[in-house]
């Protein structure tokens, strides 16, 4: 009789990559605390005098022009705004992390696509923080019933591939909480959580089984565990928004069946989360144009455009350092631009406290909003309202130019389609903007001393 080989492990740095027979509390290599995470050590694969023939692949290497095209097939997971940041739909096969703060509504989207898919299909909702009786009570307050859904408290992910017979969709709820017997630290740990992540994506691969993982966020907003959890993972979403507000923001930063820079927008409701396809009301508020300090763009997300307002206050600081608080706007990028409206523009901007907020919770990363951000703050900082129908885009350069965005079609679109009278765009982007002359008011900005005259020149 075969005997048992006996898995053995080490503790290795994160940082460095040091190995260790046993955890250290600092790593005697690079000398950080809290880095040795225990990894499984598989033995060596004996010597032989000729393995050519036993690496050798059992595929050959082909020209790319020979190489067949592969069309996914995707499945509908029955709310619009999730399928369009995959990117259509669900492959099968695909495990998608899904991250989030507590609370923010992870367990309950995918209660609800769990509930959807099983119409069809066999789902499997694997459940290693809460008892089957509290997904139970969640789905009755969602008014979900399915005979295809089941249900599965357990935390050891080892017997999981016997239980997922006629599975086609599985939910892990959460990475961080299960573990696997091969490894002696907790769940949660480094190790255990890339050792979980490695089976999943086995069965996945396998079996042609989606899985849908649920992972928890550090306080700094990252996904917790090491980052190779991110690369096994086909698809990474992030469900952002704040508990005090009913909507929700679903964003990819990874997906190799779709584009990385989809967003998705979501209403928490009593009857569960509800997709939002008109999104003229949590971006732009109903006063705009009343108060100063605001300012409308057309953001660029992904493949579709919305129009974001940019909310700015400017006050006289009581400290010897003015604060700057932007949200939803990238720290360096709001200080850049008080520094070109103070050197360009003259506006004397260095003895106020700045705060910068992007209404309804979305992140603004691209250049065209700079334009944007620079017209809001100079409202705030004459006093003068933007009329509400007008917009601003475009990128601002540290010698307050105006150069030239993507997309300028699309973006002067959405302005029509929404009612807005005027934009200002950059003057290297109105060839592409013309077409539109006969339906909005087109202003093209060179500088951004241009744009501060067209708006404040009364």
């Known amino acids: 009789m ?14 460095c990559g040091a190995s260790s027979p046993r955890w250290l509390g600092r790593c005697p290599s690079c000398g950080k605390f809290n ?24 595929n050959k290497a082909r020209p790319l022009s020979q190489i067949d095209y592969e069309h996914y097939m995707r499945t509908s997971s029955g ?36 509930a959807n898919l099983s119409d069809k299909e066999k789902v499997l909702y694997f459940s290693a923080e809460e008892s089957c009786s509290q997904v139970k009570l969640r789905a009755q307050r969602l008014k979900l019933k399915s005979e295809n859904l089941y249900i599965l408290n357990e935390t050891c992910i080892d ?21 696997t017997d091969d490894l002696s630290s ?21 079996r042609g089984i989606t899985f849908f993982i649920i992972g928890h966020v550090t306080k700094e907003g990252a996904l917790a565990g090491p980052k190779v959890l991110e690369h ?5 979403l992030y469900f952002e928004g704040e508990n005090q507000e009913n909507f929700r923001i679903l964003r990819a930063v990874k997906n190799r069946f779709g584009n990385v820079a989809e967003v998705g927008v979501f209403e928490m409701t009593e009857s569960g989360i509800t997709a939002v396809t008109d999104y003229s009301g949590i971006f732009l508020s109903e006063s705009r144009g009343e108060e100063a300090g605001s300012a409308v763009t057309p953001a660029q997300t992904g493949a579709r455009c919305m129009n974001v307002e940019i909310q700015t206050l400017v006050s006289k600081t009581s400290f010897g350092q003015p604060r ?13 631009m008080l520094a070109v409206l103070e050197k360009r523009c003259g506006l004397a901007l260095g003895g106020y406290d700045v705060y910068v907020n992007a209404m309804g919770g979305i992140k603004l990363n691209e250049p065209a909003c700079d334009l944007a951000l620079c017209a809001a703050l100079a409202s705030a900082y004459f006093g003068k309202p933007i009329d509400k129908h007008t917009a601003v885009f475009g ?12 997309y300028c079609e699309k973006r002067v679109a959405e302005c029509v389609k929404m009612g807005f009278k005027r934009v200002l765009i950059p003057a290297k982007n109105m060839k592409s903007a013309v077409k539109f002359a006969d339906k909005i008011n087109i202003v093209p900005v060179l500088y951004v001393n241009t744009m501060i005259k067209a708006l404040f020149k009364n």
Do not use: H
């Open 186 to 206: 907790s769940s949660g740990s480094v190790g255990q959580v890339r050792e979980c992540a490695t089976k999943l994506m086995r069965i996945a691969k396998s």
């Open 324 to 336: 700057r608080m932007p949200l939803g706007l990238d720290y360096n990028k709001v200080v850049l």
């Open 79 to 114: 709310i619009s705004e999730f399928d369009n940041v995959l990117g259509g739909g669900i492959v099968a096969g695909a495990l998608i992390l899904l991250g989030g703060d507590p609370g923010i509504g992870k367990s309950t989207l995918l209660t609800q696509i769990a």
């Open 159 to 179: 017997g999981l591939e016997n239980d997922l017979d006629g599975v086609r969709y599985c939910i892990i709820d959460s990475i961080q909480a299960v573990y």
């Open 2 to 15: 075969a005997k048992n080989i006996k898995t053995t492990t080490e503790f290795v740095c994160t940082e």
């Open 395 to 406: 990128e601002v350069g540290l010698t307050g130019e105006v150069r030239a965005v993507s």
């Open 232 to 236: 096994i993972m086909d698809t990474v």
């Open 35 to 58: 880095t040795m995470a225990e990894e499984i050590v598989k033995p060596a694969a004996p010597q032989s005098a000729n393995n050519a023939g036993k690496y050798a692949y059992a």
